[in-house]
């Protein structure tokens, strides 16, 4: 099991930037799919998180109605859309698989068996 995620840059306040997490080794829609940031000197925050087969995505309060999620079932990966861009959101972003989720999706980091190497966003002019 193993997440590619990349997509991450530089852009300014009021951009976009689209986050992309690639699965190999396992169907995306068999596991419940978390994003979570982290900024220098603080503690890994959660983002969004999809259910099993994206029934469902939850969004924490600091992104909803700016950040979508996505995904495409061919490619097999995950997207994330982030609009509004915001300085503070410059964090490295990470996709993770809980493949013990049967019905939701955890907010926490703790229960992610699977975590992307992360990317680095910078929200900045």
């Known amino acids: 099991v193993q997440l590619q995620a990349s997509g991450g840059g530089l852009v300014q306040p009021g951009g976009s930037l689209r986050l992309s997490c690639a699965a190999s080794g396992f169907r995306l829609g068999a596991y419940a799919i978390g994003w979570f940031r982290q900024s220098p000197g603080k503690e890994r925050e959660w983002v969004s998180c999809?259910?099993?087969?994206?029934?469902?995505?939850f969004y924490s309060d600091s992104v909803k109605g700016r950040f979508t999620v996505f995904t495409d079932n061919f490619k097999n990966t995950v997207y994330l859309q982030m609009n509004s861009l915001k300085p503070e959101d410059t964090a490295v972003y990470y996709c993770a698989a809980d493949d013990s989720s049967v019905t939701g999706c955890r907010n926490t980091p703790a229960g992610y068996g699977y975590w992307g190497q992360g990317t680095q966003v910078t929200v900045s002019s």
């Open positions: 999809n259910t099993i087969r994206a029934r469902n995505t």
